[in-house]
Antibody, heavy 116, light 113 residues
């Protein structure tokens, strides 16, 4: 059974940093792109970033470029999102999703709240 | 970036009646490989998104056959032949042809009338 489990969410002050992790299981991790997609409270879905199977390519939505970094550890079957210089508008549930484009499998989400 | 416009944004439907959601993109979603990467997702209250349809009209396994997708180029439709109570939620279309970024529609909230 495919599982994606996010962790690392929480409350952080504006300008602060947070690192999200997504633990994957139930499939051959090294053969799939991985994504982070977010959803602000009461709002729609916004794709944030993705990373190629071997980590050689990474892409970001413009609003997070230079602040967020996606990475993966294929030995541990995990994908991370390092978030720096956080802003109030980054407050959202962050979902990990498999595939290029994001497809059938999504995690349950991790809530990130940026507030003083 | 490709802009995706969904309509309606709110869709009250009587149980057992059909429902239809439109999704329009600012440019053709036909990719160079001939495929059209337009997917539909359902998000029930408090849950993660669930993909229903991929590449315009292919239903994911486990998705009831009352859900169907159609369209081409820039205009796409998700249809539910007979709405059931479990269909309540928000429906999103998403394009995966012109990326980055992948872009979603604003979402259509389906409720029971």
């Amino acid at each position: 059974e495919v599982q994606l489990v996010e962790s690392g969410g929480g409350l952080v002050q504006p300008g602060g940093s947070l690192r999200l992790s997504c633990a994957a299981s139930g499939f051959t991790f090294t053969t799939f792109w991985m994504n982070w997609v977010r959803q602000a409270p009461g709002k729609g879905l916004e794709w944030v970033a993705n990373i190629k199977e071997d980590g050689s390519e990474k892409y970001y939505v413009d609003s997070v470029k230079g602040r967020f970094t996606i990475s993966r550890d294929n030995a541990k079957n995990s994908v991370d999102l390092q978030m720096n210089s956080l802003r109030g508008e980054d407050t959202a549930v962050y979902f990990c999703a498999r595939g290029n484009p994001p497809g059938r499998y999504w995690g349950q989400g991790a809530l990130v709240t940026v507030s003083s | 970036d490709v802009v995706i416009t969904q309509s309606p944004l709110s869709l009250p439907v009587t149980l057992g009646q059909p429902a239809s959601i439109s999704c329009r993109s600012s440019q053709s979603l036909v990719y160079s490989d001939g495929n059209t990467y337009l997917n539909w997702f359902q998000q029930r209250p408090g849950q993660s998104p669930r993909r229903l349809i991929y590449k315009v009209s292919n239903r994911d396994s486990g998705v009831p056959d009352r859900f169907s997708g159609s369209g081409s180029g820039t205009d796409f439709t998700l249809e539910i032949s007979r709405v059931e109570a479990e269909d309540v939620g928000v429906y999103y279309c998403m394009q995966g042809t012109h990326w980055p970024p992948y872009t979603f529609g604003q979402g259509t909230k389906l409720e029971i009338k």
